[in-house]
């Protein structure tokens, strides 16, 4: 049998029937085939090398032969001079093997990466030290505790004051790394008042001078209360629910066909909204009822519960109200004795709710479905045919690429962040970090109605997702692993991060034109640095795409699923059906992003430009026009202050906000500058005010804000802040007291996000292409130049000298490389390797097991 990518072309496809073995695969330019017969032919030996071959274990030895033969195109050939047509490229040898597709090793400015995360040994190593009896700490191993017990909940790397960073980054061969510390999270459940306390514990590695502190100054208030705690898979709600939900069996298997008993066949599920509390004196939640289906968050059955979890005593937690089709008891007799009395208004039985036909919510394609022409082929895919042009090193998590360079971080938060980006060798971007997600909802439900997530809390890093190659990533991108650790030990994902050169088929730059040098183009590559996080229902698609002019786009795109409500109209205006009885729910997506820019070092200004029109006279207009003209000007404006800081784009975007360095010109006089650039759909949160989500995302206010940066103001959210909006512990607006802007090191906070009115096609998935939103990070007056137009990989063309002569050109020497490129592998799917508190691997788990601590209180099947 032939691997995945390999199969046989259908017989009854004319158009394809009849390749065969080339007998030859060098040619000489008589022997030319036309474009399409050449590619066939490369592909016909590829189906015939299978063929022959026919096991992933051929393909290993494929790859080796393939590898054993690397060839790169060398830097520094000469120009080529030619014309067009008849360029003479000549393909007399035989056509050789395409270099390596991995990356060469980078050279990273320094031998250790200060924003690196800990590794498994460390963690447990430091895990250790904190257990041990010696601190009094009283702990319980996390893989066994309760809440009521304490247990270290998180260990993870703290990153460096910036200014020792800094100064081991400019100067790392006389200056010493940072010491490294670890931020740790105990959950104090057994203290007589339960709360959560952060401490830093180091230097690393363990040795007599390591100690532990707590970490308080990065946080607005002290400690965190115990109701906004991070959430385990202990499934600690279960118990409650299983003294509500069995009673109620025979009423809602009767109203929509769902039971729960705790038993394996249950056949509904529940969910929670968020958030839990206010300012922490209290946790309690709506549960959403769904049927156990896939894709549930799609099946809600129109049943909600808010139930009081406060404190750590399971047995004292209870049902506050019970809501059915808008009816709300307060307790489960109300419920059932409305039920059985017959004065319960109950919903019609809705067709698409058949457990039989739920296919609808789940990634198969329909049956029947319709055939779209050629749609049995492999679509293009991108090939280096000279070799990738990205160096990694994946030990310091290190990436370069024309120009470009950075350190790569990871933390249980947020994931993905880039450390010290470098253009052209200079520090352009110290810091460029998602900082958290907000989704806030609205509805005729207590579900909707009430939701405001705040995504970090789930944790978007240790929500990371091993990519699926050749689907999330072209087959050429490298993967990067990311380790993160939570109360039961580490996770490590080999395909966390995919990095790509990927070509956007268009130039950077071009012109037509006839005078000598006017014409030509440049190839507008970019690189493409990837990670995905699937939080419950949704997924997060993180891109930090660069470029060769020095921009940097950051976007960020959404598909999975929604977060479905019941369809009744009195639902109109807060969603739209998706379905009979499903709507997609009206919601905003604000994702917010710490950019600390250092445009020509750290001490930069906030520079608002802004157009507007003006209506002047003067003394060369003539009488056929008057003396008056209307035109527009440009002003310049610094922001000086911190509260004038909190900022929105202007209005039909006229101007912008930039960073640059007032002492440091470019060649003309103009200050270098970095100017944040909106991209996709530079919206902020429509709503403002709401209880759910007081002061614990003011961020999504606006578009951007840029604050003094302060090493004790590293973020502008925490894990905590979902469930203290009175009350959080990072409260945004606490950054911007009146601190002047000028010449100082700046912190630009910058928001992507969606207004989502959903539709019909966000079912089953919502598409990437329009939930997406960016902004860009580019140069402005940085340089004396657009540095794009140093790129080789252009052209430069010359208008014949006589009349129908051919057009001259120049390519700079570089080629079209013509060879194999190595196979694409087989596909496969890893998925994650757990480890223990002590570092062994733990055993695999099953389906389930893994969705439990993927989904979280989002999906609750509750277990006896
Ligand atoms: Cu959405």
Redesign the pocket.
């Known amino acids: 049998m032939a691997p995945a990518g390999y199969e046989l072309l259908p017989k009854s496809d004319s158009e394809h029937n009849g390749l065969v073995q080339p007998a030859i695969v060098s040619r000489s330019r008589r022997q030319r085939r036309s474009c399409e017969g050449y590619f066939s032919t490369v592909r016909n030996l590829f189906l015939i090398l299978a063929l022959l071959v026919g096991t992933a274990s051929g393909f290993v030895v494929i790859a080796y032969l393939l590898q054993s033969k690397l060839v790169r195109i060398e830097d520094g050939s000469a120009s080529s001079q030619g014309s067009v047509p008849g360029s003479g490229d000549v393909f007399e040898e035989p056509l050789q093997r395409c270099p390596s597709n991995l990356p060469l090793p980078a050279k990273p400015p320094s031998p250790t990466n200060p924003f690196a995360s800990l590794t498994i040994p460390e963690t447990v190593a430091i895990h250790d030290w904190v257990s041990s009896p010696a601190l009094n700490l009283n702990l319980t191993a996390g893989d066994k505790a309760f809440i009521s017990d304490n247990y270290i909940y998180r260990i993870e790397a703290y990153r460096p004051p910036k200014k020792d960073a800094i100064a081991y980054l400019d100067n790392p061969e006389q200056t010493s790394p940072p010491e490294k510390y670890a931020h740790i999270v105990i959950h104090h459940g057994s203290a007589s008042e339960p709360y959560v306390q952060d401490y830093l514990v180091g230097p690393i590695p363990i040795s007599e001078k390591t100690a532990m502190r707590k970490l308080t100054e990065v946080y607005h208030r002290d400690p965190i209360p115990y109701s906004a705690r991070g959430f385990t898979t202990m499934n600690e709600i279960a118990p409650l629910l299983l003294r509500i939900m069995p009673p109620l069996a025979e009423a809602t298997e009767d109203l929509f066909g769902g039971v729960v008993r705790g038993l394996p066949n249950d056949t509904i599920v529940g969910g929670m909204a968020a958030p839990f509390s206010f300012d922490g004196s209290f946790r309690r939640g709506w549960i959403s009822w769904r049927r156990n289906v896939p894709g549930p968050w799609l099946h809600p059955v129109n049943f909600f519960m808010y139930v009081d979890t406060t404190g750590t005593d399971p047995e004292q937690w209870k049902l506050l109200k019970l809501v059915y089709n808008h009816q709300v008891f307060n307790t489960t007799d109300e419920f059932l004795a409305a039920y059985r009395n017959g004065t319960l208004k109950r919903l019609p039985d809705r067709p698409d709710q058949d457990p039989s036909s739920v296919d609808w919510s789940t990634r198969k394609r329909p049956q029947p479905h319709s055939l779209r022409d050629l749609d049995h082929l492999p679509g293009p895919r991108s090939v280096s045919f000279g070799g990738v042009r990205f160096r990694v090193d994946r030990a310091l998590q290190y990436v370069s690429w024309m120009g470009w360079g950075m350190y790569f971080g990871f933390d249980r938060d947020m994931g993905l962040s880039l450390w010290d980006l470098r253009f052209k060798g200079e520090r352009i971007i110290y810091e460029l970090a998602p900082q958290e997600a907000m989704?806030q909802y609205a509805g005729n439900d207590p579900m909707q109605s009430t939701t405001a997530w705040l995504d970090r809390y789930f944790g978007m890093g240790s929500a990371v997702r091993d990519m699926m190659p050749g689907y999330d990533c072209p087959h050429e991108a490298v993967y990067l692993p990311a380790t993160t650790y939570n109360y039961e030990g580490s996770i490590t994902r080999e395909r966390a991060i995919c990095i790509f050169e990927h070509d956007p088929g268009r130039p950077i730059t071009r012109h037509t034109g006839y005078a000598a040098g006017e014409m030509g183009a440049t190839l507008g590559y970019q690189l493409i640095v990837r990670s995905v996080s699937t939080v419950g229902n949704y997924d997060y698609l993180f891109d930090y795409i660069f470029q060769i002019d020095g921009t940097v786009e950051v976007r960020l795109s959404?598909s999975g699923y929604?977060q479905g409500g019941y369809w009744e109209p009195s639902q109109e205006g807060y969603g739209t059906a998706i379905r009979d009885s499903t709507m997609g729910s009206l919601?905003d997506?604000v994702i917010n992003y710490k950019v600390d820019l250092d445009v020509a070092g750290t001490e930069n200004s906030l520079l608002f430009t802004h157009t507007a029109t003006e209506k002047i006279t003067q003394p060369w207009l003539d009488d056929d026009w008057g003396q008056e003209v209307i035109q527009q000007k440009i002003s310049k404006t610094y922001i000086e202050n911190e509260d004038d800081a909190l900022l929105k784009y202007p209005a039909n975007f006229q101007g912008g906000y930039s960073l640059v360095n007032r002492e440091s010109l470019n060649r003309w006089g103009v200050p270098r500058g970095y100017a944040i650039h909106a991209g996709y759909s530079p919206i902020h949160n429509t709503v403002v005010g709401s209880k759910r989500l007081l002061n614990n995302a003011n961020w999504a206010r606006y578009n951007l804000a840029v604050s003094k940066r302060k090493d004790t103001e590293p973020t502008s959210s925490s894990q905590w802040n979902l469930h203290l909006p009175g009350a959080p512990m990072v409260d945004f607006h606490k950054f911007f007291d009146g601190e002047n802007l000028t010449q100082t090191d700046l912190v630009a906070w910058v928001n992507v996000g969606?207004h989502?009115l959903p539709q019909a096609e966000d079912s089953p998935n919502?598409r990437t292409n329009l939930?997406a939103s960016s902004f860009f990070l580019t140069p402005l007056n940085y340089f004396d130049y657009d540095v794009s137009i140093d790129s080789r990989n252009a052209i430069l063309l010359a208008a014949p000298e006589k009349p129908g002569a051919p057009w001259a050109f120049d390519d700079y020497g570089v080629r079209q490389a013509h060879c194999v490129p190595p196979p694409v592998a087989p596909f496969e799917y890893r998925g994650v390797s757990a480890f223990g508190l002590d570092g062994a691997p733990a055993p695999a788990q099953t389906a389930e097991e893994m969705r439990k601590s993927a989904e979280l209180f989002h999906r609750i099947k509750v277990e006896l």
């Open positions: 989704a959404a929604l919601h997506h969606t989502h919502t939930a």
